[in-house]
């Protein structure tokens, strides 16, 4: 750039200046002379002035110009310009320019010119372009003066509307040119290469001429198109075609528009199908108006933005590409586009609307020559007729034109296209002819081909054809023929390679689809052939809803059918009758048909009967037998009682199909009954099938006449139904009343009365006419209506066109026909087309010559070029078809031919630039369709392309964030393209695939932008596929929720579609449905779902299925009111449940038992039926079932002596083999009230066995009465009842007297009795007997006792081919001690194979993981997960080189879900160990889930308190989906981790809601007491259920037992009644005893007493329950039993003051099963009758309950019973259990314990005194006579407690592997032994023999041993390491003596404790700490507190073994200890 000097610069700015003056001056001067030319606009003149005179050409204006003066500005202005153009000015233009449009005033002199210019000389010169279009303006409208000219542009892009005139002739001219020339190989290979080299040259010309255009129009667009995106709170409004096309720019989509844009102004002509098929697409509605109707002042804000000037809604820069520009992030940019970039930066919000404005309408004045629609230059008359404007007046007014072709005379068509039987010839026919035939000769269509079955084949073996079938189907053509003809179900089965298609299925399933349908579901190969053919997939029937085969008068129907003697004319013989008689006649088919081989060879030779020849072989080869008997028609047609019950469809159906006089009758003309059925809309053909009933009610409300001759609008469905059902009438007040016709008339879907009536009239003996009698035609006066002469001003509608064609065709042909200008119009537009191919036809037809047929010259044009061209020439080779068609489709078969080899010579930056082009002409061009400026169907051509542009970016797109828009900001239109026109692509559900791969986190929110048709594509696309879709079940529930949410609000038709997710969906999604109760459609979706869904999703739909029906519409119901309902009414909550009664629970017991109803509506249920009737039949007992079980005695035992009697007692012993718990009194009552139990000799084996249930309830005394021929044949019986051991032991006893239990199969036939299997026996047994009966040994329940296991185990273990026998020992692994595994580890471990699969124990798998380790240290580095079961034995060093070797997240993930895997508890210090590594990853937030709940619950409360919500309530959903592992917490661990998980989700203020309680699942009831009591009480009620199975602390139980008297629950006590203690059930326990005082007594009966106390055995034995009472001290559980205890004494009287010393009630021994002895006052325990009291004892021994007083009388009542102690037998003494207790020291030396059976009985009793241990071993030496020495594992198992009667002396003397092997029972308990025992005992197991010395002890010795790690020396105990430590169970740490404790654990050694471990320490020990051992324990206990102290890394607890000082100290300490006698 050339410097200006100063001077040069002065000079310059004053030029500039006087050129603005000048210019100024000069625009002054024309003002003045030319007042109106003002702005580029020209106002209208008057007529004769002097200014219309100017008006005559552009020149006139150029006169009046001073055009000397204008040269000379402009000759100034190039001399001023020539140095601003060297000075870049160009480059800045843009920048000028916006500074100018933006308003500013400082843009500089430069800019000031630049807007004179631009202002003041523009104005001329649009003035001169306004006027030269003055004088080129085409007369293109006419009509009134208020309408609008339309604009140049405009009229060219409608360039199908330019009048014919206008260039038909050069068009004429140009393709007879074509025609004429001679194309030669070398003149067309000559304009291919120019045609290359002007691609070539043009090319590259429009590259550089158009990119920098590009950039700024692209740049306009972007700031004009404000593209949607996602705002904060992820919701984006919906875009349109623009705004996706301009997001899809600025994302690199490419959009690929070359062919659309051909398509858009080469638009094909739509094929013309009047019946659309598959080939045949449908005549598009016209979608712009013909005329322009812009313009429009007040629709100017549904304008477009893009075309608005006044825009307040522009982008942000950002934006745009002026981003990319001015960061230089792209490339390529020139300078002037980075000025104008960086000059719109600078620019305010305000400025930048000012520029968009100014330049607005600055494009506007420019365009307004072109554009502009209102100048009234062009407003000469336009001889061409627009189809919007009405007929003249004078003619009677027509209603609105209607949208279809109305029929007309077939007899016409007939004569001259529909020539059908030229068509039978078998020769092709022209599709377009069928469509054509079929629409306007209808009757006469469907009798020449829908009932001509050979033309039928013909036709619709042509695929454009395929329509016919459901033409067919539709018509009134003879369904019996059609199928006979054409539905050849065997030929079908004859050609099994042949698939058949889906129209032909789909038409035979139409008109014969009962038969179809029955076909297919009872011939498997039927269904295989029809459905192997994917397209047929959507008719695969639900043969599940087939009714049973009713072969109703079966003997008339085979004589009538099957008459074989009168078969003579083998052509009458058609497939279904033969089909028939070979299924209901086979027997005398096969021997009259397929026997006679004439009468045979006569039917084959029938081509259809092929099949015949195969079957009749089949046949003869093995003659069918006579039918089977079937069912009479009168079994399903019941009707009286139809009124009460659900009537399946295919019943009905059945019923009318053969029995119709009697279905009239009883159905058709009982209207209540009539209406029931004909609210399933599968009876709906009830309506038409019951004519009688129609007639009498539907004539009168319909068919009103009356009504009729006043001017309104009839509905044709009427008409057309008066016309069928009421003829006479009709005819005589429509057809004749020609008032009623002319009214009728006026709606133009009402045009066939007029065929009607004259046919009726033709039949009556009138006659109309085609020509001039037609005026007479009822009401249509062809005279008035057909005014052809109008017709050139404005079309007529199609239906006038059509009744003047058929009733005036004379003077129709005369007028139109010859109308060349008028047949063109009509055939342009798709309703009339049919006009100029009859017009020609009609002529030849009546010139009686045949013309020369003329060739299309658009085809042969295009065949002489040899282009390839897919355009479908028919259109465009019609007769009167427009020249410029022609023209368009050689036009676009030019381009078509050129493509190929454009793309070729374009290189990728030519065509790159001409796509960006043309998706910015696109971009255009849909604003102007959207604003209504143009009608050349933009978006329906580009649809496809925008399509299969998008299926490509979203396949390549790896980015959801860019997906996430197209869907959720684009989804509604992307929707609505694929569902434009009927061309769907094949891959239709491409954007449907999308919405299942949206990630979980963005799920919501973009499923709630869809719309609803989106909503059902998904759904319909998951229905189909959600096999193969594997979706999560939380990605499903999130899409339920949201559909829920938010679009079935909006659409309640939805549900039935959503019917397949319902299963998925949460129970507050399923409460918070909208209102949708009453419909049908949607309760049956529902009960067809709804056994598919757990519990709580059908109580949730019961809930809110229980908002719209209240009690009394329950009551109102009637008897039916379950039925009709369905399976929703057995999830009503309760309280609306109760209100149905028992007749309609009777009536409704299959529905009712077919779904899990709660046991509160069992008994319910029970109480009410059984309690109500007590008539009741075996039939009903039998429908009861288990529901008899829930009975009151009473109400039972009025059957006794029945039928039913049997039944009930059938019932209850199925409830009590399914494990049901009954009431004793029930038992009794029913079952063992009986002599036959009194005496028991009478006995059968088979009653035996049925009632073994039974049997433990009648105790020893009964079973000590029967002989071993009773027993034995029932063994198989007995042995799957649960016994007592002492029952068990009598029955085996009794079983095995004389026998051995070592003959094959005895033990184990023994099941669950084998727990009665002596000790002493099973070690006599071999290993042999006792492998074959592990297994069996396994399944039995409580299991074996531990003596029996030891036994066991040792015995097998001890032999060294135990290792084959892994697979048999497993079910005792548990119980095998660890010094048997330990020899065998080398074994175990080289036959790894198997070992690895095992369910060890965490002590054996450790063992043998050391082994591993040592043996195979490469394994465990290289595949640790490969050690399965023995993986959880890993050590923490070895778990943390694991970690560090691969600390990636896949790994860690791997190692953590093969630990959760593991078969048993992992330890405590394998969890904290997994804590401390997993906390340091970054990724534990990601990890937590993986973690498991039994590791993540062992985390510090310290460290989850510090979780965000998400890893809490990641936590949180790991304990509700594995609750087990949160039980076994403490209870103080448990309230706090609860507390901080309710406190960081947010449920700590407020109501306590459902949604809340359910989340929390087991942990719900340990929030804190202010978070519970606020808890929703209308969810307490109806979920008391769910609440009764839960823990509750003390403080917990007494809030329950307050809200349940809250007057929104069940109110006062006192108020109770029966159905309200059934619902509260165990909860009573929880009531204070002054409120239980206040119960009506006569509520609380012995039967509900049992049920309660049964009701809360079952919960304390459940999953919940044991773990919660283990949970619970001692005193908790003494005053819960308390309660109980004061229930049962105070309701049966027992608490009366004054009452009889005499005991109120005397229990029954099968009565203190269900109860409790302890709960019995103890009088009432020992006046029982000595049999009682014996069969009870055991249960007795058992009691922890009773007080020492009591356990004195009841050993006091044993000895009145038994005799003396020293008389009693083992088995007795094993029955006294912990009665055994009050025995004097006396006589506890006189029992009798020589059996281990007895031992055990004692040792397992924890209460004994220590003379009283120390007698009982004396004892138990003198009774088994042996030594201290000689005790085996399994005597020192039984001993139990006892073993701390041993002396330390003797303890040293046991023998010490047999000690080690019993240690891990021992240790279990917590023994009384004293300090010195324990050492005694401990020192047993450092034998060699046993675990070795104590340093050597690993975890997994410290954890067999147990509590015996208690007597560990000082020395050794302070020695101990924390692998060690972390051993040591909590038991053994609280057994440790307080001052020991103190002294051996210092303050490193304590903080290494576990959290159990430290709960374990007992006061005493904690007192006897120092302050800073106290520190140090409290820092275990209290994680979650500050740490003040940090004891780590004073002690390294890393090596397991000690030093060597530690070593030589402690072999010198066993020096000196060993020798020395025991301590005194």
Known sequence: MIQRTSDESNKLDEDIQKLIDQIHSLSNENKSTHPRAKSGTNLKPEPGSEEATSQAGPFSILESVDLTAYYGVLSKLYAVFRPMLRERFMENLPKTLVCISSGREDCGLEAELTKTVSLELGKPFLTFLSSLRSQTCAPLKTGSSDEEPVSFLRSYLRMEELPMVDLSGFQEMFVTALSSLSLSGNLLSTLNSLADVAVTYLSKI??????????????????????????????????????????????????????????????????????????????????????FEGGNKDSDDAQDILFKCDHHNLAVLNDTLCADIITSSREGSSTSLLAFCQALSSLTPTQLERVWSNTCYAIQALASPLLSSRSSDCSFGDPTPSPAVPPPSETRPLPPPAPLRVARLALNLNQLLCNYVNWSGGGEVDAGLVTLCSDNDREEFVRQVCNNGELMKNLVSDKKNSWLWGYCANSSADPGYMVSQLCRYESWMAQPMVLVDSSLLAFCWSLDGDRLKMLVCENVGFFTLLFSNPENAALIPNCTEVPPPTHTNINTLVADSCRYSQWHDVMLITIDVMSLCIRLDPHSFATEVCSNTTFLKELLRNDANAWLEEHCATSLSALPTDPPLVFNITDWCDYHTWGERQMDPSVVGLCWQHDQLAFQKNVCCNLPLFEKLTVDLQNAWMMSACTDKESIEVIPQVCKYSDWTRPIIVDMTELALCAELDPLNFTSKVCSNATVLQNLLANLDNTWLLQHCANLSSAGGTSATNGSEGDSLMGFKPSEQCQYSSWGVALPDVALMALCWDYDRVNFVSSICPNARLLSLLAREPSSVWVSTLCVTYTNTTNSTVPKSRPCLARELVRRFNWTCSADFTSVCRPGVAPHKALQVILRCWLEAMRPRVEELLTQRMATVLEQAASITVVFLVALEESQMTSLRITENIRLSVLESVVVYLEKETNFDNKRVLLQCFGKLLTSLMQTGRDVTSDGFFLIKEYFRIPLGSLRPVLSAVDITTVRQILQYYSRNKNTLQLSDE????????????????????????????????????????????????????????????????QAFGQWYAEAISPLNITRGGPSVIRDTGNLIGYLPFHNFQHLSPAQLLQGLDVLQINSLTPLQQQFIAHSLIGTYSNLTAEHFTRLGKLTCLAEPEDLLVYKDTEAFSVIQENILTCVHQGLSLPSHMIFSLFLNSTEFRFQSPITSDRLAELAPFLPWLGVHFLRGLSQSQLRPALHALSSVSFTPAQAAIIVDELTSGDTLSAPGVLQGLGSLVIGVKVETLWTLTADTLLSALPAMAQIKPGLSPPQANAIATKLWGSPSVIGWLNNVEPLLSSTPLLSVMSRTRQLVANSTSVFTRPWNTQQAKAIFTEVDNAKPKVIKEDFLTLGTVGQGVSCNVLLQLFQANPSFSAVKGILAFLRKQPVHLHTSLKNCVIDEVYNFEFLSELLGELGAEIALALPVSSIKKFPVNMMDTLRKMIVQDPHHFLLLSRTKQELLVDKIVQRLGMYTGEFTEEEFRSLGIMATFVVDEVFVQLDQSFFVYNLDLLRGLCYTSTKRDLVARILEEPGTFGPVQNWNHVTLSQVDRFLFFLPKDKLQQISPDLMTLGRIERLFLSQSQWEHGDVGVHCMKGRDLEERRSLFEKQQFVLQFFLGFLKVGRLSSPALIPSCSLLHTTAPSAWPTNSLTSMSSSAFSNCLELMGQDPFLTPYQRTLL????????????????????????????????????????????????????????????????????STKQSPTQLDSSTLVAMGYIVCGAKTTEMRVFNAVEFSKAALWLGQLRLSCSEEQLLALVSLLTHSLAFGPTSSWGTDVFIEIGALAAGLPDMSMSALVKEQIEGITPLAISLIPPQKFAVVFDQSQISMFSYEQAVAVTAEQRAALSDVQRTALAMVLTPWENRPVDFRGKSSGLAVSPSPLCLLMGLLMLLILLPCPAMP
């Open 206 to 291: 429009l590259v550089k001429l158009l990119q920098a255009p590009m950039d700024y129009v692209k740049i306009g667009l972007q700031f004009g198109i404000k593209i949607p995106s996602l705002d904060g709170s992820e919701h984006c409004n919906q875009g349109d075609l623009k705004q996706l096309l301009m997001w899809g720019l600025n994302h690199n989509v490419s959009w690929s528009f070359g062919n659309s844009i051909v398509d858009i102004f080469l638009a094909p002509e739509e094929s013309l199908c009047s019946y659309p098929g598959p080939d045949c697409q449908s005549p598009h509605s016209v979608s712009f108006s013909r005329t």
């Open 1035 to 1098: 990605y499903l529930s999130t899409m339920v929720s949201v559909l829920f949410q938010t679009h079935l609000v909006k659409d309640g038709n939805l549900f039935p579609e959503l019917a397949p997710l319902l299963s998925k969906a949460s129970p507050a999604d399923i409460q918070a449905l909208p209102p949708l109760q009453n419909n049908i459609n949607v309760r049956e979706a529902i009960n067809r779902n709804l056994l598919l869904m757990s519990v709580e999703q059908r």
């Open 1755 to 1822: 050993l006091k009542k044993v000895k009145e019973v038994y005799g003396p102690i020293y008389s009693m037998s083992p088995s007795l003494i094993a029955q006294l259990g912990g009665l055994a207790v009050q025995l004097s020291v006396e006589e506890l030396g006189t029992l009798r314990l020589s059996e281990l059976r007895s031992i055990y009985a004692m040792g397992a009793v924890n209460t004994w005194r220590d003379r009283q241990l120390a007698v009982l071993f004396t004892t138990l030496l003198n």
